[in-house]
């Protein structure tokens, strides 16, 4: 019997083949992407006919498993970045981050201390301050690359902790966030062991956004009970609606009452890249952090997320245990100069997630992002004006930051009824494949929702989307009042 192969290793002529395979099965797979559906989902009973088995004892030709991923594993999932992909935020992803990946797997780079990584911690910390500069941060700034934008708003909410309260404050502290503010603030919360009563969630104005006079309002309120208010949560681009907080007047209350302003720009924030978003982001600057998560806008795949502090030390304040450090940790921590990013992070085993971006921008060049950045805001708009060529269809929040929301009114049916059609719509969409568009709830109603941030999108792909939207309507219509009947 041949000996097992415990090296982990393929002959050099069936590794290289394995590569090329990749790449060009990658390359056909982008050619020939508008042209599949944008989901599909297979019942748990179909996949487990497919892929339930024993664990493999002996090897199997490689291009063999390659085909079992394509046709078994691959044929049941989202496509996030198909064109006519609006639901939720999409990763768009660009080839050359996805190579980018392959090297930062293939050489397996760890990038948590100086001694294992020094090149790629000054790649990190440039492509961070790139970013910096954007957001017309300080020289004193800097920033962690994570995981995801749950991870960087739980992260800034320990900082914010750390640097204003003493333990013995936490029991009565309070966030402050609207009822726009993302669920993962509540997550980072309770996974920090705050009470529910200790983030006080703010009812938005009409255009979704936070009342300064309501915050301002809530803080003294909270003052006067005996508590200790340390930390505002500002949107800088809602994943509902786009919707940007007054962010000046926020940063000039957090000043006054000497609060920690976190602006959650994990989708939005992105927008620094472009004119037009810079000036849609104004006050930004003077936030106290910001999280970013470059597989949203900076169309980056899986996973990229950051955080920025305006003053680095606050974050290294939060993360760097060096006195309960473990002992074997204790040749590669080397000189006080050099920078390990594992102080900056809640990772100690962290990969060198900024490889990706650092490469992106650097073949492609600043100037390309801001023209699709700039371009995906316009498909927005585009939407908007296709929809707005129907009556029955209502626009529940315009075009910003490259996301509408909207439903189908038809006359004289009741509200309750309106919801179950939009919910029928955006079910009637995901079945026939063409394009992705759900549904959410804004303000008690369930609303219809485009995110036009892939820039292969093209205006036909979004008339087309809309006139699909038109007849999933009509059909959803027939089915209800057939159910009705």
Not at 79 to 106: K, Q, Y
Not at 197 to 221: K, T, V
Not at 258 to 278: P, T, V
Not at 323 to 330: I, R, V
Request: hydrophobic share 45%; charged share 25%.
């Amino acid at each position: 019997m041949k000996t097992p192969n415990y090296l982990l290793e393929l002959e050099i002529d069936d590794a290289r083949a394995l590569g090329y395979e990749i790449v060009d099965r990658l390359l056909a797979y982008q050619q020939r992407l508008d042209k599949l559906p944008v989901v599909t989902v297979k019942t748990q009973e179909q996949l487990r006919a497919a892929l339930w088995e024993t664990l493999p004892a002996r090897p199997t030709a490689p291009l063999s498993v390659l085909d079992r991923v394509e046709t078994k594993i691959f044929s049941s999932t989202n496509h996030e970045t198909h064109p006519r992909f609006f639901a939720f935020i999409p990763g768009p992803s660009n080839f050359v981050a996805a190579l980018a990946e392959l090297l930062r797997t293939g050489y397996n780079i760890f990038s948590g201390s100086w001694m294992e990584g020094s090149g790629p911690a000054i790649a990190e910390l440039v492509t961070l301050d790139w970013i910096r500069q954007l957001a017309g941060y300080p020289e004193t700034a800097s920033g962690t690359f994570l995981s995801g934008g749950s991870l960087a708003n739980l992260s800034a909410v320990v900082t914010a902790r750390d640097a204003l309260l003493k333990p013995e404050q936490f029991t009565h502290a309070v966030v402050y966030g609207s009822d726009q503010t993302h669920s993962s603030i509540a997550r980072a919360m309770r996974i920090l062991g705050f009470q529910k009563p200790q983030l006080r969630l703010l009812p938005s104005d009409p255009a979704c956004r936070m009342s300064p006079d309501l915050l301002r309002h809530a803080i003294r309120e909270d003052r006067a009970k005996g508590l200790t208010p340390f930390c505002v949560i500002a949107n800088a681009g809602t994943t509902n609606t786009g919707a940007i907080d007054p962010l000046n007047d926020i940063a000039d209350i957090c000043q006054q009452e000497k609060l920690w302003l976190h602006a959650d720009g994990a989708f939005g924030a992105a927008a620094l890249f472009s004119a037009d978003g810079r000036a849609l982001l104004a006050g930004i600057a003077r936030a106290d952090s910001f999280s970013l998560d470059p597989h949203k806008w900076l169309f980056q795949p899986f996973d990229c997320a950051l955080l920025m502090v305006r003053n680095a030390h606050t974050l290294r304040h939060a993360f760097h245990v060096r006195e309960d450090e473990a002992e074997y940790l204790q040749d590669a921590r080397g000189r006080e100069e050099e920078i390990n990013l594992w102080d900056y992070s809640p990772e100690l085993t962290r990969p060198f997630r900024a490889l990706k971006v650092w490469m992106s921008l650097q073949v492609f060049g600043a100037e390309a992002f801001a023209a699709a950045i700039d371009r995906t805001m316009r498909l927005a708009e585009f939407a908007e004006a296709q929809l707005r060529k129907d009556a029955l269809w209502e626009i529940t929040s315009r075009a910003q930051m490259a996301v509408v929301t909207f439903r189908y009114v038809p006359k004289s049916w009741p509200g309750e009824r309106i919801d179950y059609l939009n919910r029928a719509i955006a079910a009637r969409m995901q079945e026939d494949g063409f394009a992705l568009v759900l549904s959410t709830g804004l303000r008690g109603r369930t609303v219809l929702r485009l995110c036009t941030i892939n820039p292969r999108t093209s205006e036909e792909d979004i008339a087309k989307t809309v006139a699909q939207l038109g007849q999933s309507a009509q059909k959803a219509m027939q089915d209800l009042d057939n159910l009705s009947g």
